[in-house]
């Protein structure tokens, strides 16, 4: 199944770029480019991207992790880079009760915060940077 979506052409985390959905995943960088490793991994550990509330992980240093999702740990081997690009940027594909928030869409979504309604949560780039991290994530 491939799915296209276009939307502008943008560089801020509240306008949404073009990109298609194959299979299980969305296999070309939202971005064009390989996300930051480093970047990525700091978009997980923040608090304000809420992963960390929900997942655990191989972060020592970090207390108070989540358990409400899948551990972390070894995601990198569980899934592709498409696989975790599409996760990010809408998890209700996998599962429509998810708890886990779409991060790059805007539309059809249900109990959004003020700040969030009509933008997406993560840019482009952020969601490429935690990819990139996720992907590094092997047992």
């Not at 799915?3 to 306008?15: C, H, I």
């Not at 990525?40 to 608090?47: F, I, K, T």
């Not at 960390?52 to 409400?68: A, K, M, N, V, Y």
């Not at 995601?75 to 991060?103: C, E, H, K």
């Amino acid at each position: 199944m491939v799915v296209s979506l276009a939307f502008a052409s943008p560089t801020k985390a509240d306008e949404l770029v073009a990109y298609n959905i194959v299979g299980d995943g969305i296999p070309q960088s939202l971005t064009g480019s390989p996300g930051d490793v480093a970047r990525g991994r700091a978009l997980v550990l923040a608090r304000t991207t809420t992963c960390i509330l929900c997942h655990s992980g191989p972060f020592p240093e970090t207390r108070f992790q989540g358990d409400l999702a899948p551990d972390l740990t070894g995601a990198g081997n569980r899934w592709t880079t498409s696989q975790l690009r599409l996760r990010l940027v809408d998890a209700s594909r996998f599962n429509a009760q998810t708890i886990m928030p779409s991060y790059y869409r805007s539309d059809g979504l249900v109990r959004v915060g003020r700040n969030f309604a009509g933008k997406p949560i993560l840019s482009a780039a952020e969601i490429e940077d935690i990819v990139a991290f996720l992907a590094t994530l092997r047992d």
